[in-house]
């Protein structure tokens, strides 16, 4: 909550000028009724005319400064709160873009796109309703009580008693609606889940004839949904009446009391009778805001948190300052172990392996045996828990990343593809590229399907409009564009058939001779045709040496064969 | 336009006559409505009448007694407040118990219905966001905005008139001015409320792009920092950021407008009516309660014209919701054939010239024909795109052909019960769908009815019952959201089980190509050899070693049947199974 404050200091000027404009709006707001009430004392019992032309003259001048200053106030307060949220968004955007690893991993994505857009938006609507709130409120509730003060204590005293009345009831009302909107939220969730499952399963559903039972589920949820909605939305509909009725009381008793009063000779006058069930009126409407600023309040609450916990969220920090250098292309890890935070078991068990620079090398294993994890360290995402990793002789951990990454270009597994065109993507490799060299890049990567859709084709959010393969071919020209030591491919041709990997194959042979290649695969027909292939299982290294070499001594790497030849042919 | 405002009005009518079986509680809310309207003009008149007494009373120097005396006035009054908000609470009550359970919880299971009869084709190329964003978001607002609007519009139609009626009662001059600004805040109002939707809509589409950027650069954190992209998407944030900032600014502007708007006018009511009152009270005419009264009455009359500007647009987004609901409700479903198949089914399947494509003008798979005699084993091959998963959903009836015909024991699907010829198939797909339920309601999915020794022993014989009884509930063990507690091999094995248990003489297999554990992927060869035995079976392979012992391989690329034969006929034949196959194995 305090960071979330410290966010709107740039603004205090404005916010401070938008109060007082609020202020003044209120104060003329409730002015008119006390100039109604002179009127009617000194115009209409004095029998005077001018008092009267004099009154509404005031009332007119009152209303247009009161009108001016409300607009003023908003147009100062509404541009403070569009450029706060602006601001939030911006830090919660660029601390996720620093942010480490491990701790992205552990809030995970759409928790933290949920905290950069939604969570701000509620933060902002309260921001906007306590801005109002918090000015507006006590002037017109204080200055009311204020006013009915100069014309008479007791009545003053009588309109302060049923303050504590309203807000007691809103607070417990509160407490008694948040678990309600919870169960009802709860509901839908279930509910959409109930739905994201059955369309994601509609063949299976169709093939074994559910429908019906699918439908069954989604009513039942539904109907559990709509009673807690409506238990929860009538909960929340008694704070408004019972408000009103408070305050229509306190009108009634005021005006009881005033007659008593009124009787005991304290000058009191009846038009300032009805000038104080005016005021009365015109707090009311704030009051019953005020109450659901109350009962908002929790929720903001737990957005605010969670925005404080993105922005204190730790960032990776540089060990050195970037330098531009070309390294080596050669690899070495040396007792490597790796455990994910919160996971059970080491993702990586004392790997010791060496890449000589030049050379193709592949790491094959089954899912969950380490390979990827064993990238990601080499990128540099997360450091080794134990052990350390050279490139090209000099230990990671003692460089900067940027320096790290401009030696390695990957394909990573995800094929991530922004919005925008082609050739957009493509220079992400190599900004200054020529449209020539993203051409050859592409016929190496065996992407021919852009010559029908050209380089100014439009990419879709995360490439939504191109297939697996699609994607899987641009990131790989995207790969071969940028310039590197070391060329890394992560499963990156699982979506390729076999043709078209042998086509791919050959291409980069030719194109990164020199280079070395790191080609991360489940296939043993990739693993075939690498100079060295280490063999992954279970987060330990358990082969290492050419295919022929592995298929005698390398018990699992058989077992990867067999499987996926049918054992009937060696080499 | 002229048309859109006709099939604006449309809707509104459709959703009128959906309300016919509420009508009756709609009738009860509207006449809490018109009592409590009542209760609420009586008031004012009453606090005048006490007022005037008052003021009287002070003039004439005779309070004594006056607080006795007007204590009945003082308890009505307060019984006359009681009531309207008692009748306001019911009045809530009533329409958020109707419009919810009849509109909200009616359309979400109308929608959950028709999900049932729309074809897989829709699903298929509709994100799953878009028909949650029509069961939650649409129906939500539709549920949400129509009980404000009925209640704005009803009361407010009510409080109008009875107001008006009232205040002329009180006293003609001084009611007329009241009514006669009420145009004029009407029109200003919605002038402003016209800007201001148009406002949000722009606000709404740019919050919408920043949420799809901010995706974007989250879900491509690895790429980002892999390529130092954080400038770049920075960049790409901050524009959209901005224009957020500058459509939240005037969105809420113009909304913060309409209250200062009606504030003026409010004001200039107050203004004339005293200017006027005073002059007829000097005059004698009235007394100062009159004025008193007026003045309430005034603004009892402009707070349900202060709500008008909402009311409309709530009324806008009604409509907008509505259209898109009865958008997805109208939506075309899959054909209903009632043909019948016999009883026994021996599963020889033949294709006739089949042509199809998911866009007309695109055809995926072109003029196909093969014969699958019972029990054989058909191994479908090919690139990636050539066209093999669509001759499953073809199969299966997920989608029908353009043109030509697929026979099951020599009759035409297409004339037939859908439900009927998917029951003589049972998938395994490459995509294994598990339900959120335990395990053994999962493996029982194809058969619901299976006893437990049943289900037992199709899990032995597809190789996952050790699996399962080594979790922790065993066979009750529910299957986590998103079943995480499951590799994707012993998913695979689970789909398996299920398939064998729904025992159905056809089967689809699509196999898994990645995701799999070498030991896994040995048990899940065996069991799919268990589960094809005496069952004709049609197997997209992957991997070309898995079907060397297939009775027919049907080779398909770029949409046509081009070699066809034993793996033995096609090697010796040297086309294109002989380059897919050796491409496996080659050096490179």
């Not at chain 1, 027909?525 to 063999?535: G, K």
């Not at chain 2, 003029?367 to 001759?391: D, N, Y």
């Not at chain 2, 066979?475 to 299920?498: C, V």
């Not at chain 2, 070498?518 to 094809?532: G, K, N, S």
């Amino acid at each position: 909550m305090k960071t979330m404050l410290g966010y709107l200091k740039p603004y205090w000027m404005r916010m401070l000028f938008s109060g007082l404009a609020l202020t003044m709006s209120g104060l003329c707001d409730l002015l008119l009724p006390t100039v109604m009430s002179d009127l009617l004392n000194q115009g209409v019992y004095g029998k005077d005319f001018q008092m009267i032309l004099l009154g509404c003259g005031k009332m007119l001048l009152f209303t247009l400064l009161g009108v001016g200053c409300q607009v003023l106030g908003s147009l100062l307060s509404t541009r403070v709160v569009a450029n706060y949220c602006a601001d939030l968004r911006r830090a919660v955007f660029q601390r996720v873009n620093r942010m480490d690893f491990e701790t992205f991993g552990s809030i995970g994505t759409a928790a933290l796109v949920t905290r950069a857009t939604k969570d701000v938006q509620t933060v902002s609507w309260l921001a906007v309703a306590l801005s109002d709130a918090v000015i507006t409120i006590p002037v017109l509730f204080f200055g009311g009580v204020g006013l009915t003060m100069a014309k008479d204590w007791v009545l003053a005293l009588a309109m302060l008693a049923f303050l504590p009345l309203v807000f007691l009831l809103v607070t417990w009302t509160g407490k008694r609606i948040n678990p309600l909107w919870e169960e009802s939220d709860g509901s839908v969730d279930r509910q959409n889940e109930l739905i994201r499952q059955r369309l994601r399963g509609i063949r299976v559903i169709r093939a074994f004839q559910r429908e019906r039972d699918a439908h069954e589920q989604v009513a039942s949820a539904t109907r559990v949904m709509s009673r807690a909605m409506i238990s929860a939305n009538n909960a929340e509909s008694l704070i408004a009446p019972v408000t009103t009725f408070l305050l229509n009381a306190a009108a009634v008793l005021v005006v009881y009391l005033g007659i008593f009063r009124l009787e005991g000779g304290t000058g009191l006058t009846g038009p300032d009778l009805f000038a104080i069930v005016q005021y009365i009126a015109l707090t009311s409407g704030s009051v019953i805001n005020a109450a659901f600023v109350i009962i908002e309040m929790p929720h903001a609450r737990v957005a605010a948190e969670r925005i404080g916990q993105a922005l204190r969220a730790p960032i990776q920090e540089e060990p050195a300052p970037r330098e531009e250098v070309t390294l080596e292309g050669s690899i070495r890890l040396e007792d490597v172990s790796f455990t994910y935070p919160g996971g059970a078991a080491p993702a990586l068990e004392h790997i010791s392996l060496t890449i000589p620079a030049g050379k193709k090398a592949a790491i094959i294993g089954g899912t969950g045996a380490g390979k990827t994890t064993l990238a990601r360290l080499l990128l540099g995402f997360y450091p080794p828990a134990e052990g350390k990793i050279y490139l090209g002789g000099r230990d990671l951990s003692g460089l900067n990343r940027r320096t790290l990454r401009d030696q390695l270009s990957p394909v990573l597994q995800s094929a991530a593809l922004y919005s925008g065109t082609i050739r957009e993507n493509l220079r992400m490799g190599r900004p200054e590229a020529l449209d020539e060299e993203l051409w050859d890049a592409l016929e190496a990567a065996q992407a021919g399907f852009v010559r029908e859709l050209g380089l100014d084709h439009p990419v879709k959010q995360s490439g939504k409009n191109l297939s697996g393969g699609q994607k899987q071919r641009l990131c790989i020209a995207r790969a071969l564009l940028k310039n590197a030591p070391v060329y890394l491919f992560d499963d990156s041709f699982s979506a390729l058939d076999f043709l078209t990997e042998a086509a791919l194959r050959s291409a980069l042979a030719k194109r990164l001779a020199g280079k070395t290649q790191i080609l991360i695969t489940q296939r043993i027909s990739t693993a075939a045709h690498c100079d060295l292939v280490f063999v992954l299982d279970g987060g330990s290294l358990v082969g290492a040496g050419t295919h022929s070499q592995l298929l005698e001594s390398c018990q699992v790497y058989r077992e990867i064969y067999d499987s996926q030849t049918g054992g009937k042919e060696h080499g | 336009m002229d048309n859109k405002k006709k099939e604006n009005y449309r809707v509104l009518l459709r959703l009128g006559r959906e309300a016919a079986p509420i009508g009756w509680g709609l009738a009860l809310a509207a006449g809490m409505n018109l009592t409590l309207v009542l209760c609420a003009v009586a008031a004012p008149q009453l606090l005048g009448k006490i007022i005037q007494r008052v003021c009287d009373g002070a003039a004439a120097g005779a309070l004594a007694g006056l607080p006795r005396a007007l204590l009945p006035s003082l308890a009505l009054l307060l019984a006359c407040y009681a009531g309207s908000q008692v009748l306001s609470y019911g009045n809530i009550a009533l329409m958020n118990r109707l419009v919810t359970s009849h509109f909200t919880c009616g359309f979400r299971l109308r929608i959950s219905e028709k999900l049932s009869r729309l074809p897989v084709g829709y699903v298929d190329q509709t994100p799953v966001g878009e028909v949650l964003s029509r069961m939650t978001g649409d129906v939500g607002d539709l549920g949400g905005y129509l009980h404000q609007v009925f209640d704005g519009l009803v009361l407010g139609a009510f409080q109008l008139a009875a107001v008006a009626v009232a205040m002329f009662r009180e006293n003609p001059a001084l009611a007329c001015f009241v009514v006669v600004l009420t145009p004029l805040s009407l029109w200003l109002t919605t002038q402003v409320s016209r800007v201001c939707t148009k406002n949000f809509d722009a606000m709404f589409d740019s919050s919408e792009a920043l949420t799809g950027v901010t995706e974007e650069a989250f879900s491509n954190f690895e790429t980002a920092r892999a390529y130092a992209l954080e400038e770049f998407t920075q960049d790409k944030h901050e524009e959209k950021n901005h224009a957020l900032a500058e459509n939240t600014f005037r969105a809420h502007f113009t909304a913060g407008l309409v209250a200062p708007v009606v504030r003026l006018t409010n004001a200039a009511a107050y203004i004339l009516i005293a200017l006027l009152g005073g002059w007829l009270i000097l005059r004698g005419t009235i007394g100062v309660g009159t004025v008193v009264t007026v003045i309430l009455y005034a603004q009892q009359f402009a707070s349900p014209l202060e709500m008008l500007g909402d009311d409309i647009s709530y009324l806008h987004w009604v409509v907008a919701a509505a259209n898109r609901v009865y958008g997805f409700l109208d939506l075309p479903e899959e054909p209903v054939q009632t043909g019948n198949l016999p009883e026994q089914t021996h599963g020889a399947v033949e294709f006739q010239d089949v042509t199809f494509g998911y866009r007309k003008d695109e055809p995926i798979l072109k003029e196909i024909s093969f014969r699958a005699e019972p029990g054989q084993k058909i191994a479908i091959v090919g690139p990636t795109g050539g066209g093999k998963t669509t001759l499953v959903n073809l199969l299966m009836r997920f989608y029908d052909p353009d043109s030509g015909a697929i026979l099951l024991d020599g009759q035409d699907t297409a004339q037939i019960d859908r439900e009927q010829v998917r029951g003589r198939f049972a998938m395994v797909l490459q995509d294994t769908w598990l339900f959120p339920g335990t395990l053994r309601e999962n493996v029982a999915y194809g058969n619901p009815g299976a006893s437990m020794a049943e289900i037992e022993r199709a899990c032995c014989r597809t190789h996952c019952h050790r699996l399962i009884t080594a979790m922790p509930q065993g066979y009750d063990t529910p299957i986590r959201e998103d079943s995480a507690n499951l590799s994707g091999g012993q998913k695979q094995l689970l789909t398996i089980a299920r398939a064998f248990l729904a025992d159905r003489p056809l089967l689809i297999l699509d196999e898994a190509t990645s995701n799999v554990d070498t030991r896994t992927e040995i048990l899940i060869q065996r069991a799919m050899d268990t589960l094809m035995k005496g069952r004709t079976s049609f197997v997209i392979a992957h991997r070309l070693s898995t079907i060397v012992d297939a009775d027919k391989i049907l080779v398909i690329d770029q949409g046509r049947l081009i070699e066809e034969g034993t793996h033995q006929e096609l090697l010796e034949k040297k086309g294109f199974y002989y380059r897919l196959y050796n491409s496996q194995y080659e050096e490179g």
